[in-house]
């Protein structure tokens, strides 16, 4: 252990470990607490934050630490789900457009130059409108937003790798296209993969957050921090600070929680990035 | 420049246009919320006659195909007419027209000061890679990048607007003066802090951006000859380092209009300021599709041409290009 | 290694490079490409380090001029004219008294003129290099040209000592010879002159001097007229490459 604490490495894998942890707990703590949530004590509304509140409460007298933890779990598994699918999507759109031949190649790149073409919150309130706001809209929103720079990504990589000295080789000694995938393609796409898919959460956190700010996500019964933010404004010139204050830092610390992860995984997985 | 290469890019953006409103004409017209509903009331609409609503439904266009409105809107936009706005009732480019002037000085001064303060610091940071500067400014854009502009925009709006009063709590002019009252004065003093925010959201990207190329050049053989030849390490950097990262960082800038404008979104939203970014939410939440496919094609020329401008600058301005060799 | 030559201008003395690097998974690695290197140069004299790729020759040179990267670390003592070289001295004395004539084109800054990387311009006429060669960028330079250039950044002053890192592959062998000829001008006009090659018999005609580095240190130290008998050197490594030259091959002495 004290061995691992000296090393570099060895603090990274520790920290990746107990930033995971970290984040596991919140997600599950929101998900125990989504009924605590929408407690309401009328005689308990706007207090300053308190040992019994650290966060204060608002004006139903709503715990809003309470609340900050079960909007940040609806977050965080918006986000982790919205990245997945995202990656996927990437995944898929991606490698097409390195295979699939010319015209697939042009379509799904002009694809991607249509979507980074449009602010990232324009077309999520486009999409989100489509979708008739709510969870599905801003679920689906996020997924089909976020994908396009990793698919550029692994596009490359892949177009890379089959114009590469092995690749060729391979082909010439007659292995099909899954032997060549299996043993010299996914190896070196896998890691590219995982590290876009980490480095997304944060985004895609954020990003849902936003949208929800701006009145398109979730339903305002949710107590997702999107709401929780875009209610506290009301209050902002009564001087009750810690409306807006505790859950958005709460918020920038899970996103730079999952961003730190992200960036410690990538380095693990490509050593070349981080010396000393 | 050659020809073809203009006549190129000017199918490029006509296409791309013509994606853009597809695509968000296609999505608007899956939307299963009904205008009506949304702006009028269902006890409102309750309460009116059959050939009431019948006019209300012909005015919200509710009852023709997609296609066919599309078609109709596409061959009106070509000739500049983008219909008429449904919350404003007002011509779309007219709505525009005047939210463009709260939004665009909003966003050009933004992007200035946010490039050029994210470039120096990025600069500060490269050079002093792992040094104490770099670490500060680095953690800096780090925190920035993994925060919200809404939130930033918030903090900004308690501290500075409500705590110490330094600014206006919101709106680009003082509540209940005569918009002919109004002095220029007036204006600049609120979109101040919405101008701060928005530039502090910009900074983190270009400043990592910039960090990471003068990395780059800081390792780079030549910067190792020119330490080799007896130049100190401010003359690199400013003989050297600034020469060969202001091209990207001005690239990266003027690539990065998209997010200037999705934050504008956000930061207009806190400030209630009455600029393009609210419009967009305000016809959103509202329905007004004509005006939200207005905002999205203004836009979607805003992006382009920022991209468009990056290209050009690169071929006018680095000599391996203006020469006819090879980019790096 | 004879008796401390009174002339000496570069004195090495048991210098070690030691790089910490990490690789996948959590090893942390200290790698050594230069350990326990003992070298001179003599004023007026060609000393040619031969060795292969990656043997550490670049890396002394880069230590020389004090320019190695920030994770390296170095040990031994260095000493120019007597004086020990620190980090302070070497900073005052390159590109005055100590000069680098680079590898290639990518060691001049690809966005500056030619004219502002040479300190005097006028050397560049020295090398047969028009005027018009002054607004040029880097990346317009042929190879031959460029290589002039090179050497021209390193005589715009009258250097002390001259460290040429692989300044020949890829030029045609006459053009390799004029410019390695014009290194031996330097040593002629009193300067010390340290070649850094990979090429044997090239730097056999124009050196005083052959050190042989191998596995980061510096094996065999004979005199360019030595070294084509194997029998004259002790270390294998240098007999081996000794036995490998043409000269040697024609009559038989390659057979190992």
Known sequence: MRELWKNRRGRTILGIFVTAVLLAMICLAGWMWSDEALLTDLSQKNLAPCWAHPFGTDFMGRDMFIRTVTGLSMSIRLGVLTAFASAVLAALLGIGAAVLGKTADSVITWAIDLIMGIPHILLLILISYAFGKGFLGVAVGITLTHWTSLARILRGEVLQLSESRYVKMARKLGHGAGYISRVHMIPHILPQFFTGLILMFPHAVMHEASITFLGFGLSPEQPAIGIILSESMKYLSMGYWWLSLLPGAFLVAVVLLFHWLGHSVSALLDPDSAHV | MKLNIVMKKALRLVLLLLGVSAAAFFLVSISPIDPLQTNIGQAALGSMTEEQIETLRQYWGVDVPAGERFLYWLSDAVRGDFGTSLLYRRPVMEVIGEKAGYSLGLMTFAWIISGVVGFLLGVISGACKERLPDRFITGGALFLSGTPAFWIALVFLTVFAVELGWFPVGLAVPMGVPADQVTLWDKLYHACLPALTLSVTGISNIALHTREKMVQVMESDYVLFARARGEDPRSVVLRHGLRNVILPAMTLQLGSISEILGGSVLVEQVFSYPGLGQAAVTAGLGGDVPLLLGITILSAILVFAGNLAADLLYSVVDPRMKKGGEPR | ?256
Not at chain 3, 212 to 233: C, I, K
């Open chain 3, 1 to 256: 290694m004879s008796e401390q030559n009174l002339n000496t201008l570069l004195k090495i003395r048991d210098l070690s490079i030691d790089f910490l690097q990490y690789e996948r998974g959590l090893r942390r690695r200290i790698t050594h490409p230069v350990s326990h290197l003992n070298l001179d140069v003599e004023a007026g004299q060609m000393v040619a380090i031969v060795g292969a790729s990656g043997s550490g020759k670049s890396l002394l040179a880069h230590a020389v001029l004090g320019i190695l990267p920030y994770n390296a670390v170095m040990t031994g003592t260095m000493e120019f004219d007597g004086q020990e070289l620190t980090k302070k001295r070497i900073e005052t004395l390159r590109g005055t008294e100590i000069c680098l004539v680079p590898q290639g084109v990518s060691w001049l800054d690809p966005l500056m003129k030619v004219g502002s990387q040479v300190k005097d311009r006028s050397a560049l006429a020295c090398y047969g290099l028009g005027p018009e060669v002054d607004q040029m960028y880097p990346f317009e330079l042929s190879g031959g040209m460029a290589r002039r250039v090179l050497l021209a950044t390193a005589t715009s002053r009258t250097p002390r000592l001259v460290i040429a890192d692989e300044p020949t592959p890829g030029l045609p062998l006459d053009r390799a010879r004029r410019a390695l000829s014009h290194l031996r001008d330097m040593a002629e006009d009193g300067a010390g002159v340290l070649l850094i090659t990979h090429d044997v018999e090239l730097a056999l005609e124009v050196s005083d001097r052959i050190a042989v580095m191998h596995e980061g240190t510096v094996v065999e130290n004979a005199l360019a007229g030595d070294f084509p008998y194997p029998q004259r050197l002790n270390h294998p490594y240098a007999k081996a490459l000794s036995r490998a030259l043409p000269q040697n091959e024609f009559f038989g002495g390659g057979a190992i």
